[in-house]
Structure formats: structure tokens, C-alpha cells
């Protein structure tokens, strides 16, 4: 039976360009409406970004640019990643769009005329990166315990939510809809929290601007995860989504983890008291880790979505991340596991099966015949069916990837090769596996399954395959996935993964403070300055460091002319060996930034008297 389903991903930060996390998540939701959409439901999916809030404030203000310009700029990344990346989402929504505003405020009102606003003074802790307020007792010694870093003071005039009147009805409505949380331990979690006891919230800020204006109270802007949560419901008001808040439909808000308090717990008591029906499941999945190493600018292991889908193809990028983990459980990315999975499983098993199908049926010049189900295909799809409604896109990927090696297996086992085999039987149920393939494929590889289709001669959309064979002509096979090399894999692996700053130096690297002491340093004046003769990079200096004159060579002449240097003060290493450089004496060495060519000589901030010690 067709349904209405909706389904959404979290909207994102505008605060960077989006990474592997980001597009694991519109994946996971696209393959979702994908197949909604192939068996025929009325389906809508939803995804958009997160603009407001201090947190890109702030990061506008460091970048001298207005927060919206500075939102445009990444909302426009991330719509740019999503047609890269084959999303088929039906709405873009941002929360500066002016409608959305305007339902934010609609809320707030229906809030209110519910006497579950009050204002009041809030005094409490806020971390800016989680866009989150703390107690004292969610802290860990005085740092945020998600970022592990220190908490900002807030203590400013606040409105607030009458969370703690909606403990019971929340714990009431989990206990009847046990599909509302998913997975169960993220359902136990939430649960806990909630019988733990609620605690009123502050819903609005009057330290900054950038946010959406609370009705009828100046100076005061709604509070970024209350105006962001939001968007679900405010995206149902606008053509596109029309009518997808109403209670027939299946919602599902597909979002990480770390976010579950607010999707689970906060946006449902939201819901309650503006009187709008709930969502049907929050899904909260796992993380990803590079190589066991949580992701991070400053490791340099941000995985860039883009890049390896350009170097591999969209499908196959897809297909490793919806096929590596269980959605809800964590998982660990490497690049060399990647490469792994598309040489056996795409290259391979399905690159093979259809390769070697269509190249029999193009040698043997035969019309092929299909009647019997040798794959126990009709019990297979039911099963890929079960696991797409139960939101688990890698348990369908494994059920279509048995019947894509039975598919192989019985090509080598009834061997059509041989003279006495019944060629059209054995090749019409390889074909017509293929045929279904192509369309159950579609929610996973759409780029690939439309090729697939191609090949085979079908002019069909993807649709639910229903079991009566049709006639098709299929067309002379060239590989969906072709094979990656041992040079090449060594060429993408060089590629994705850059070798890494070097470590922090190990102990035999690090000098003690003692070692450190034994050089000489002091405050040097270059009194005179001259070429060394034939040698163009040298010039000869007369240095005085207040005890005694130094006469050096330094290899400076490319950077700074003689004359420029007379007066300056420089730091000066004044018990170097002596050497003689091109038959010059040279007693001790001025302190200079550059590697191979000096770029800047060493100086003082304030003046000080030739001799002073450096230290
Ligand atoms: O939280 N592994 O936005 P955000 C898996 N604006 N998924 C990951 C991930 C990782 N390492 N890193 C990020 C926000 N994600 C709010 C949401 S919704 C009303 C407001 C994914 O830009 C995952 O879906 O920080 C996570 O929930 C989301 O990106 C956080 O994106």
C-alpha cells in the first residue's frame, strides 16, 4: 500500500564546507526517499542548513564579513555537495528564509498563548560550539564535555520554556511509541535523561543579534536550536512539502547521535505544546572515525566527500558508506577499506555478473527465455523490503549482494558455455536477475543502476519490479566499475591521505633547558657591511655585541642590500665555532627566518643595547 513518508537530515552548520559525517547522513536519507519513491509512496525529503546562532556569528565576525554573507557562502557548498553527490532532496530550507522566520515566530506564539513562556534571569554556562547551555554538573572540570573545552559565563535576561511540565507527557508518549527513538539504546538514553527529571530551558538570547526576533520582546532573538528545529515543520507550510505535517504521514528525522537530547526530548515538547503531532522516528546514527582517529581540522583527516567521489565515481563512494556499518552503529573509515570493497564487491561481484551476462547473450546471438526463479528472488526483495522500512540500508545492500553472487555461482555452475547447455533458460535467469538488480539498486548507485539499465536494453524508470519478464535488448556491456590497479590504488591512496606533519619531536629530538643555555645568544649591531667577492649569496658583516666586535659571513646578499643593514639590531649566536667561508673568518651566525633562502633577519620588538642577552 502506497504511504505519505517524509524523511530529513539534522540542517547543518553553515560554519565549514561539508565532510564525510555531513555526507553520510543526506545519503543515508537519500537512499531512504529513493526507495520510497521506487515502490511508489508519496515522498518528500528534506535537508538545508543552520544559520543563525553565535557560533557563526563569531566565526562571520573573524572572517570581517556579515554573518550573511558568511552563511551564503557555505549554504551554497553544501547545495553544491548534494548535486555532486546524486541527493535528490525536494526542498533546500534555510532558517533565514523569511517564511521560515515567520512559523519560527508562529510557534512561539502558540508557546506562549499555552503559558509555557516566562521570563526570567538565566545564570548559567554556555558552549558556543554546541550551541548549548550547561549546568555545573554536566561539566567536566569545568570544560563542555563534548568539546573539552572551556564554557562561557552567561548570565543575561532570558525567556524560558516550561520543559519540566512536559517530563510526564514526554515519558507517557515514549512508552506508547516505542518506534519514536531509535535504536534502542539511544531510546534507553533519552529515557533515562528524561526520568532523570526536566529542567526549564532558556529560549532566547539578548547578547547578539543574529537569529530570528522574539515576538513583541526587543532586543531578544529565539534561541538557535529552537528556531533550527523548526525547520522540519516550517518546510510542511511551503508548495514543495504541503500537507507532510499531517498525521498520515511517516516522518522520519534522521540525525548523529550527539544531537538525540534535542530531536528526542526537546523538539517533541515543542511540538506538544504548540498542539502539532510528533514525528513518527528520530533515528539517531553512529560516528565516524578516519583511520580510529576522530575527524578534525587540526589532525588534518578530514575525509572531503567530493574528492573521493571524483576520483572513484558518486555510486561507489555511496555504496561504502551506506554498505560499512549498520546504520545507528559506529564506524571506522579507511581509505585502503574503501578501495577493497569496490574492487571485490562492485568490480567483481556485480561488475562481473552483468559484464559476463551480457557478453554471453551478445556471443551466443540468442533470445533469451525466462520462466523459472532459480534465485529465490520473490523471498530475497521481500527481505531487502523489511530491511529499507526498518531503516537499514547496509542489511538490503547485503541481501541484494547474495543474490548478485548466486548470480555468479550459477552462471559457473550451469556452465552456458558448454555445447549441451540450455543456453536461452540459464541466460534469460541471469538476465532477468539483472534486470531486477537494476532497479533495486537505484536507492544505492542511481548514476550506476540507470547505466546498468542502459546496458541491458531497458527503457524503463526504476520502479518496483514485479516478477513477469519483458522482452529487452541488451547492448554490448562495458564495465560499470572498472578495476583498480596496484599503481593506482597507490596513486589515489598517495592522494587521500598526504603525509601528516611531521610528529612532535621524540625524546633523542628535544634538548634540555641546560642544552639550551650553552648557546650564546646577545643582541647584535651591524656596524658595516659589504659583498664577499664572487660569491653572490655572501655578504661580510662587522657586528658589535657589546664586548667585542664579531666579523661573520652570512649568506643574506639575495634578501637584503648592504646598505640596508648598517644599524640594524639583530639576534646573534655569539659562541658558533669559527669558520672561514670563501676565505673569509666568520665568528658566530645571525639569527634569520628561512629555510633554503633567508627570508626576514631575527630582530627586537623594543630596542635594547648591543650585548643584551637573548634568552
Ligand atoms: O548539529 N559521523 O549541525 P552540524 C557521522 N545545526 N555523522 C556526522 C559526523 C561524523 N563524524 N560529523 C557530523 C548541527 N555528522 C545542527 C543541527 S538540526 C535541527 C540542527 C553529521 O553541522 C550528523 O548527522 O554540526 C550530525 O548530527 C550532523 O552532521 C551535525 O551537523
Not at 526507495?35 to 511508489?40: N, P, V
Not at 554556555?126 to 564554557?151: D, M, N, R
Not at 546498468?452 to 541488451?474: I, K
Request: one cysteine or more.
Amino acid at each position: 500500500m502506497a504511504k505519505r513518508f517524509y524523511v530529513t537530515t539534522p540542517i547543518y552548520y553553515v560554519s565549514d564546507v561539508p565532510h564525510l559525517g555531513h555526507a553520510y547522513t543526506t545519503i543515508v536519507a537519500d537512499a531512504l526517499a529513493r526507495y520510497h519513491r521506487l515502490r511508489g509512496d508519496d515522498t518528500r525529503f528534506l535537508t538545508g542548513t543552520d544559520d543563525h546562532g553565535q557560533k557563526i556569528a563569531r566565526l562571520a565576525e573573524a572572517a570581517s564579513v556579515s554573518p550573511r554573507a558568511f552563511a551564503d557562502k557555505f549554504a551554497d557548498a553544501y547545495r553544491a555537495a548534494w548535486r555532486a553527490l546524486e541527493i535528490s532532496n525536494d526542498d533546500f530550507i534555510r532558517t533565514t528564509d523569511p517564511d521560515h522566520e515567520a512559523t519560527v515566530q508562529d510557534l512561539w506564539r502558540r508557546m506562549a498563548e499555552k503559558g509555557d513562556i516566562y521570563l526570567g534571569d538565566y545564570e548559567g554556562w554556555y558552549c558556543v560550539p554546541c550551541e548549548q547551555f550547561y549546568t555545573e554538573k554536566e561539566l567536566e572540570k569545568g570544560h563542555c564535555p563534548v568539546h573539552k573545552k572551556p564554557v562561557e559565563k552567561v548570565k543575561e535576561q532570558s525567556y524560558y520554556f516550561r520543559l519540566s511540565k512536559y517530563q510526564e507527557p514526554l515519558l507517557a508518549y515514549y512508552a506508547a511509541h516505542p518506534e519514536l527513538i531509535q535504536p534502542e539504546v539511544r531510546r534507553n538514553e533519552v529515557m533515562a535523561f528524561v526520568r532523570g527529571g526536566l529542567q526549564d530551558i532558556s529560549i532566547s538570547r539578548t547578547t547578539f543579534q543574529w537569529g530570528v526576533p522574539v515576538p513583541e520582546a526587543k532586543g531578544h532573538v529565539v534561541y538557535v536550536w529552537l528556531d533550527a528545529l523548526t525547520n522540519y515543520y516550517s518546510a510542511t507550510r511551503r508548495p514543495a512539502l504541503a500537507g507532510f505535517w499531517d498525521d498520515d504521514v511517516e516522518i522520519v528525522h534522521l540525525i548523529g547521535k550527539e544531537i538525540s537530547r534535542f530531536h528526542a526530548v526537546y523538539w517533541p515538547a515543542f511540538l506538544m505544546s504548540a498542539g502539532l503531532r510528533l514525528p513518527t522516528t528520530v533515528f539517531c546514527h553512529g560516528w565516524w572515525t578516519v583511520d580510529g582517529e576522530k575527524m578534525s581540522k587540526t589532525l588534518g583527516n578530514v575525509v572531503d566527500p567530493l574528492v573521493l567521489s571524483q576520483d572513484l565515481g558518486v555510486d561507489a563512494f555511496r555504496y561504502f558508506i551506506l554498505r560499512e556499518v549498520p546504520l545507528g552503529a559506529d564506524g571506522d573509515f579507511s581509505h585502503e577499506a574503501l578501495l577493497t570493497r569496490y574492487n571485490a564487491e562492485l568490480a567483481n561481484d556485480l561488475g562481473n555478473l552483468l559484464n559476463r551476462t551480457l557478453g554471453m547473450v551478445h556471443k551466443y546471438g540468442i533470445v533469451p527465455k525466462s520462466n523459472i526463479d532459480p534465485f529465490d528472488l520473490e523471498n530475497r526483495v521481500s527481505r531487502y523490503s523489511k530491511h529499507m522500512e526498518e531503516l537499514q540500508p547496509s542489511r538490503a545492500l547485503e541481501e541484494l549482494w547474495t543474490l548478485v553472487r548466486k548470480g555468479n555461482a550459477f552462471i559457473d555452475e550451469k556452465a552456458p558455455w558448454k555445447p549441451d547447455a540450455p543456453r536461452p533458460q540459464i541466460l534469460g535467469d541471469v538476465l532477468e536477475l539483472c534486470r531486477v538488480l537494476s532497479h533495486l539498486l537505484e536507492p544505492f548507485l542511481p548514476e550506476r543502476a540507470v547505466e546498468m539499465r542502459r546496458q541491458l536494453g531497458l527503457d524503463e524508470p526504476a520502479h518496483f519490479p514485479s516478477w513477469q519478464s519483458r522482452t529487452f535488448a541488451p547492448t554490448v556491456a562495458t564495465p560499470l566499475f572498472p578495476r583498480i590497479d596496484d599503481d593506482r590504488k597507490k596513486e589515489l591512496l598517495a592522494k587521500w591521505t598526504p603525509k601528516r606533519e611531521a610528529p612532535p619531536a621524540s625524546d633523542e629530538d628535544q634538548i634540555t633547558f641546560e642544552q639550551f643555555q650553552k648557546l650564546d645568544l646577545r643582541v647584535g649591531q651591524v656596524l658595516s657591511a659589504e659583498p664577499v667577492p664572487k660569491a653572490k649569496k655572501l655578504l661580510q658583516l662587522t657586528i658589535d655585541i657589546g664586548t667585542a666586535k664579531r666579523q661573520v659571513v652570512a649568506g643574506i646578499a639575495e634578501t637584503y642590500r648592504p646598505e640596508e643593514l648598517v644599524g640594524k639590531k639583530v639576534i646573534f649566536l655569539a659562541n658558533l665555532k669559527p669558520a672561514t667561508i670563501r676565505g673569509v673568518r666568520s665568528e658566530g651566525m645571525i639569527l634569520a627566518a628561512g629555510d633554503e633562502q633567508v627570508v626576514a633577519l631575527s630582530g627586537l620588538d623594543r630596542d635594547a643595547a648591543p650585548g643584551t642577552k637573548v634568552r
